[in-house]
């Protein structure tokens, strides 16, 4: 028994120190789209109304973050820089970029 029991705390001992690692696509409260390769990743993303959601673009080339609807445009985004967008009423949002009009995205917003 006691063999059961040293190995349970030093098992808690470990998880009560260790980091636990935040997704990519989810860092201290925001959701992260990352650009590159010409792609937005990931997509779709699904986030709750008020949520932050920050684009960085990772590519080579500039980009924009445009909705079809032109609700949102980041306008251009030279590589490394990066644009947020808070999302204020549910709904499924498609966005492109003005540059690589082929490059398509959809974020999903619920309450």
Do not use: Q
């Not at 705390?9 to 998880?15: D, G, H, S, Y």
């Not at 993303?45 to 609700?71: I, L, M, Q, W, Y």
């Amino acid at each position: 028994m006691r063999t059961i029991f040293g190995a349970s705390a030093a098992f808690a001992v470990a998880l009560a120190t260790s980091t636990i690692a935040i997704p990519a696509t989810e860092s201290a409260g925001k959701t992260v789209i990352h650009i590159k390769d010409f792609k937005y990743k990931p997509t779709p993303v699904h986030v709750r109304v008020g949520e932050r959601v920050h684009f960085v673009n990772d590519d080579d080339e500039a980009h924009t973050v445009t909705a079809k609807d032109k609700s949102f445009d980041s306008e251009g985004l030279d590589t490394g820089k990066s644009w947020d967008h808070v999302f204020t009423k549910p709904g499924t949002y498609a966005y492109f970029c003005e540059l690589h009009p082929y490059m398509k995205a959809t974020v999903l917003v619920t309450k």
